[in-house]
């Protein structure tokens, strides 16, 4: 059992704090690549420095966006935005490089 730290943007911060969003999404990195079911995150609110704990129950690569989007329940990503909603969000953050990357689609569950 692994226990890793991310830091998020305020708004997604409080997604997870409330129990809404519990899939987050990374690019394959070997950070990202090692994550497993059972290993602990730490989220971090880059605006507040708060931080919620959460269990991994499954981690799953995908190919790309896409397909990880296709396959997944959009809602526990990013609740109440469309599909072309996460992919403008991904863009912003990680740039062109999204749409040719294989993505970590990270399952939790929130435990503090």
């Known amino acids: ?6 830091n998020l943007l305020g708004e997604i911060f409080n997604l997870i704090k409330l129990g809404q969003k519990t899939i987050e ?3 394959l990195k070997e950070k990202s690549k090692n994550i497993k079911a ?4 730490n989220f971090n609110n ?3 420095n708060e931080k919620v704990k959460v269990r991994v129950v499954k981690s799953t690569i995908y190919d790309n966006i896409d397909y990880l989007l296709a396959n997944n329940d959009i809602e526990k990503i990013l609740p109440g935005k469309s599909i ?4 403008d969000f991904l863009g912003d953050i990680y740039g062109k490089n999204i749409i040719n990357s294989k993505i ?3 399952e939790f569950i929130l435990i503090n």
Do not use: F, N, P
């Open 25 to 27: 999404l990374r690019i």
């Open 46 to 48: 880059l605006d507040t």
């Open 104 to 106: 970590v689609a990270i």
């Open 84 to 87: 072309q909603d996460i992919k």
């Open 1 to 6: 059992m692994m226990e890793y730290s991310y």
């Open 38 to 41: 059972g290993d602990y995150i």
